[in-house]
């Protein structure tokens, strides 16, 4: 048991070492992109907030403008302008917010490829180093 465990801490060691990756240090890294993606959903949710407004401005303009221009009458013309830029704004919040949270869903599944592919070339090396010491290794 003495021999196993110190072969199996120079495995360790090696195979830390050749991959250049340690589990301990990718489990922290694990969580924190976790944590990190979480915090980019969060803020994905808050991507187009007060497009509607910001659509109620350029419509009224644009109508006040139509209207003025159409019939002189810039208030009916506003009124319109100011609907018709809500509806859009809305719509172009809505596209912005489905994007972005679908962009940090892609990060999200990104770094867990990375983080797992690393971890699999640990072990890998590790088996290789414990079977060329002529032990069997499951995994």
Do not use: I, P, T
């Given at each position: 048991a003495k021999q196993q465990s110190m072969d199996?801490?120079?495995?360790?060691?090696?195979?830390?070492g050749n991959t250049g990756t340690d589990p301990f240090s990718?489990?922290?890294?694990?969580?924190?992109?976790?944590?990190?993606?979480?915090?980019a959903k969060q803020d994905a949710k808050n991507v187009g907030k007060g497009a509607g407004a910001q659509g109620v401005v350029k419509g009224a303009a644009a109508g006040a403008l139509i209207g003025e221009i159409a019939n002189d009458d810039a208030g009916k013309g506003a009124a319109y302008g100011?609907?018709?830029?809500m509806v859009r704004g809305r719509r172009k919040?809505?596209?912005?917010?489905?994007?972005?949270?679908q962009q940090a869903e892609q990060q999200a599944q990104q770094a867990q490829a990375v983080t797992g592919e690393a971890l699999g070339n640990f072990k890998k090396?590790?088996?290789?180093c414990l079977e060329a010491k002529n032990y069997m290794v499951k995994f």
């Open positions: 199996e801490a120079e495995c360790y060691n090696w195979a830390a990718l489990a922290k890294q694990s969580e924190q992109d976790k944590q990190q993606a979480e915090k100011a609907a018709a830029g919040g809505r596209q912005a917010q489905k994007q972005a949270e090396a590790f088996s290789v």
